[in-house]
């Protein structure tokens, strides 16, 4: 069997003839949106809560775009999502026949959040685990992402549904680990470098 080429991968298992590992594991990866094309997806993952995993994120995204890269944020915390007030987003994602219309920040970062679909952001998300999975896959292979050169996929901390999501059904080209230097959260954020 052929090796994958990460390059050329599209995250659609069903059209690929490629022998990477996720596939002969058996773990369909999703496809993206027609007419969306997006070159590398990283995770930035912490564990831990407050260590400043969102603020990388938003500045690491805005920095590859002032570098002239396409890019966007899939806001993957459906219950404590912060990528949009970190941009100023305030008004809602839309869909048309092409699907959903992520929001775009005034220097061009693409964001997918929910706090753009709901009617008061300061509402209680409370979902249990499968409608997470499900939101978080419908912001992947729904959203009318067009062409990126870089999606950020920014996770909540713990090791739980949304990172079992992320992990088992989006090709991830790389993940960055955010942490502070203290013993608690040193520990914590090893559990999450030991879940992926």
Known sequence: MAEQNPSSCNSNCSSCSSGCPSKSAG????????GSSVKKVIGIVSGKGG???????????SAMNKAGYHV??????????????????????IAD??????????????????????????????????????????????????ELDYLFIDLPPGTGDAHLTVYQTIHLDGIIIVTTPQDLVGMIVEKSIKRI
């Open 51 to 61: 260590v400043g995993k969102s603020t990388v994120c938003s500045l690491l995204a």
């Open 97 to 146: 026949s092409s699907g959903i219309i992520p929001e775009e920040s005034k220097n061009g970062v693409k964001v997918m959040s929910i706090n753009l679909l709901v009617d008061d952001p300061t509402e209680p998300v409370v979902w249990r685990g499968p409608i997470i999975a499900g939101a978080i896959k419908q912001f992947f292979e729904d959203v009318n992402w067009g």
């Open 27 to 34: 773990i369909q990866k999703l496809p993206l949106a027609p």
């Open 72 to 93: 966007g944020i899939l806001d993957a915390d459906i219950t404590g999502p912060s990528i949009p007030m970190n941009f100023g987003l305030r008004e809602k994602a």
